[in-house]
């Protein structure tokens, strides 16, 4: 593709609109509707979402994680808690989670905190994954530099026949996060790039002020 092609990629959208009047009142039920919808139209991993955080060095870094759950506490997903993300969250616990559903013409942005979940949640979130995953959290030094793909291989491997002997269980360095929004933007497509953008934001716990923003 040449310079100008790219350049020329671009499209117009006009599936949806979203306006004051028919937002929900809190962010959360806002969400469930839109997930509702990517849901019926079969987004694959529509639970996929970038974690932007930010480090001791004062750079931003991102990365995809898969959303587990969501309620009125917040949004969470599961890593390792010794990888860059974890040691970046402990740094600084303000991060951002985005979505983008471009089949539905939809981005979701979430500013929150983020802290660690109950030890018995993960346990309960860890006992449902299938085994191979069970022992690649053991086996993977999540985000460390390894000397080659075979140690990986190899030490999955040795995991793997340690846990026929005994049973699997989580292992401690590995869990979830719970993100506790405190201002949801939710972005819709519109035609001549005059999009829709409706911004929550908690003004006291539990209260949310609903506000447009220009495109
Ligand atoms: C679709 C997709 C889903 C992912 N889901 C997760 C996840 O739920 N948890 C996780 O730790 N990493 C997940 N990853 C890998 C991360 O993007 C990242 O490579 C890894 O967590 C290391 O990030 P870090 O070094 O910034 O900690 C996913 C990657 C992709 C592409």
């Not at 991060?95 to 802290?115: N, P, S, T, Y």
Request: aromatic content about 12%; proline content about 5%; hydrophobic content about 35%.
């Amino acid at each position: 593709m040449t310079a100008e092609e790219i350049a020329r990629l671009r499209k117009d959208y006009s599936l949806h609109s979203l306006n004051e009047e028919e937002v929900a009142s809190s962010p959360i039920g806002q969400f469930e509707r839109w997930w509702n919808d990517a849901e019926q139209s079969q987004i694959i991993e529509m639970n996929a979402m970038t974690l932007a955080t930010t480090g001791d060095d004062n750079f931003a870094d991102a990365r995809t994680v898969l959303l587990k759950g969501f309620d009125a506490r917040g949004f969470v997903f599961f890593t390792n808690y010794n990888s860059t993300k974890s040691r970046e969250l402990s740094f600084n616990p303000a991060c951002c989670l985005l979505f983008h559903w471009k089949e539905l013409e939809r981005q979701v942005r979430i500013k929150g905190i983020a802290g660690k979940i109950a030890p018995q949640e993960n346990d309960d979130y860890f006992n449902t994954r299938p085994e191979g995953s069970q022992v690649g959290a053991w086996s993977s030094p999540q985000s460390e530099v390894v000397e080659s793909k075979r140690w990986l291989e190899e030490t999955f491997k040795q995991y793997a026949e340690k846990f026929k002997k005994e049973k699997l269980h989580r292992p401690p360095h590995w869990g979830g996060f719970r993100v506790k929004p405190i201002k949801i933007e939710f972005w819709q497509g519109r035609p001549n790039r005059m999009h829709d953008r409706i911004l929550y934001s908690e003004t006291t716990p539990g209260n949310w002020k609903i506000e447009r923003l220009a495109p």
